[in-house]
């Protein structure tokens, strides 16, 4: 099923402005940044920098979650992705 433009969009202004999977997948976002750019255990300073800097406000809860859920791993090794295979 194909939709307009306009229906992506109304669909969207029914959801909060970030719902808790985009919020979720921010803080994701900004880990892999960290670590692509040589930080092999970004802590939570880390990724609150990151996100601060494109005026997101962190969601404490889920980056401790995060955090504690990857400590000691390296998440592009745990997910086999390569970017240089």
């Known amino acids: ?3 307009s433009s306009s229906e992506r969009k109304a669909t969207r202004a029914g959801r909060p402005p970030h719902s808790s999977l985009e919020s979720s997948m921010k803080h ?5 940044l ?8 970004p802590s939570a300073k880390d990724i609150t920098g990151i996100l ?3 005026g997101i ?6 980056l401790d979650a995060l955090l ?3 400590k000691g791993k ?3 090794e745990e997910s ?3 970017l240089f295979d």
């Open 52 to 54: 601060s800097s494109v």
């Open 68 to 70: 504690g859920n990857l």
């Open 57 to 62: 406000d962190p969601d404490t809860e889920k």
């Open 74 to 76: 390296d998440i592009m």
């Open 28 to 32: 994701v976002a900004a880990y892999l």
């Open 1 to 3: 099923c194909v939709s």
């Open 80 to 82: 086999g992705f390569d």
């Open 34 to 41: 960290a670590q692509l750019g040589g930080n092999e255990s």
